[in-house]
């Protein structure tokens, strides 16, 4: 699925990064927990969040993820947004529950990681 069409189907908000036409991703991960993040064995996942801080930037940046989908309409703090640019991740905001958005995605073609 394309990073366009996740924006698009969860009503999303790019608040960071570039997307280009062919940025793809077919698995995500949605926790509040990072260090359950920590534990994935893969890197090539969308991580579905409701934790709007550094915190998940970090773990994001360890697990060398791209792509991050904050949940909730959760607004992440100017620490958040500046260390997600820096590290040239997208960053995503949904008004939709973690429930809603996971419902969404899964409908519409999304793996989860496990």
Same mark, same amino acid.
Do not use: H
């Given at each position: ?7 698009s ?37 969308? *991580?579905m969040?409701? /934790? ?6 970090? #773990?994001? &940046? @360890?697990? +060398? *993820?791209?792509?991050? /989908?904050l ?5 992440? #703090?100017? &620490? @958040?947004? +500046? *260390? ?13 529950? @973690? ?16």
């Open positions: 699925m394309t990073v366009q069409e996740i924006v189907l969860v009503n999303g908000t790019l608040l960071c990064g570039n997307i280009k036409e062919d940025d793809v991703v077919d698995y995500c991960f949605a926790s509040d927990l990072m260090s359950d993040v920590l534990t994935v064995r893969r890197s090539d996942f969308l *991580l969040t409701g /934790l709007a801080n550094v915190q998940s930037i970090r #773990t994001a &940046e @360890m697990s +060398d *993820l791209r792509y991050i /989908l949940v909730r309409g959760k607004v992440p #703090t100017q &620490e @958040m947004l +500046d *260390l997600a640019c820096e590290n040239d991740m997208v960053l995503i905001q949904s008004p939709f529950s @973690m429930f809603k958005t996971a419902g969404i995605l899964y409908s519409a073609g999304m793996k989860g990681v496990f």
